[in-house]
Every structure is written in structure tokens, then in C-alpha cells.
Nanobody
Framework: QVQLVESGGGLVQAGGSLRLSCAAS????????MGWYRQAPGKQRVLVAA???????NYADSVRGRFTISRDNAKNTVYLQMNSLKPEDTAVYYC?????????????WGQGTQVTVSS
């Protein structure tokens, strides 16, 4: 079992920045991919960004160039630096950790952290 604890959400004005953190504990040896997903009201949960243990990254088109995902393997922590935030970035952001080749729903989820961007 992997436990994920997120922090760093909040309320920010459009154009501002936030940094999310997600710390993993438990069976961390099983983790290869860590990522951030978001879910806006009435919408499906979608990928924001993901990073492998080797440092390969993947971003949603809507955030590429504005968000940066990074990972500290020694601390078992993944970060999401969000710059130039837009009102459409408002959502609950969830951390996910999973083995290589597994789908996100096969992995572990954090409890979610609210990000609200005001116009």
C-alpha cells in the first residue's frame, strides 16, 4: 500500500502561481510513475502532468509551458509548479502513484487539494 499526502492548494488570482507537493509513504518500492490529475465540477478527472522515476515527463496540452512537474526520489515527493494560472485551472488536484505500465486507477490516489483561480 502506498499513502499519498498532498499540500499546497489554495486561492490565487489569475496570473499567479502555486506549488503543489505530494509525499509518498508505505510500499514506495512499487512506485515508478507519479502524476497530478485534476477534476473540475461536473467533469472527468484528467491528467495534468506525470513523471517517471527516471525523470521523463508528460504534460497535458492545456498546461504545457505553464506547469512544471518535478520529483525528489530521495524524499519520495513529487511537485507541481503552476505558473500563469488561469480561472480554467480551477479544480481539485489529485496526486497519483503507480508501477510502470499500470493504469492510474491501478495505483494510489491522494485525498485531493483544491486550487481556485479567481479572475
Amino acid at each position: 500500500q502506498v499513502q499519498l499526502v498532498e499540500s499546497g492548494g489554495g486561492l490565487v488570482q489569475a496570473g499567479g502561481s502555486l506549488r503543489l507537493s505530494c509525499a509518498a509513504s508505505g510500499s514506495i518500492f512499487s512506485i515508478n510513475v507519479m502524476g497530478w490529475y485534476r477534476q473540475a465540477p461536473g467533469k472527468q478527472r484528467v491528467l495534468v502532468a506525470a513523471i517517471t522515476s527516471g525523470g521523463s515527463t508528460n504534460y497535458a496540452d492545456s498546461v504545457r509551458g505553464r506547469f512544471t512537474i518535478s520529483r525528489d526520489n530521495a524524499k519520495n515527493t513529487v511537485y507541481l509548479q503552476m505558473n500563469s494560472l488561469k480561472p480554467e485551472d480551477t479544480a481539485v488536484y489529485y496526486c497519483n502513484a503507480r508501477p510502470a505500465g499500470a493504469s492510474p486507477n491501478f495505483g494510489s490516489w491522494g485525498q485531493g487539494t483544491q486550487v481556485t483561480v479567481s479572475s
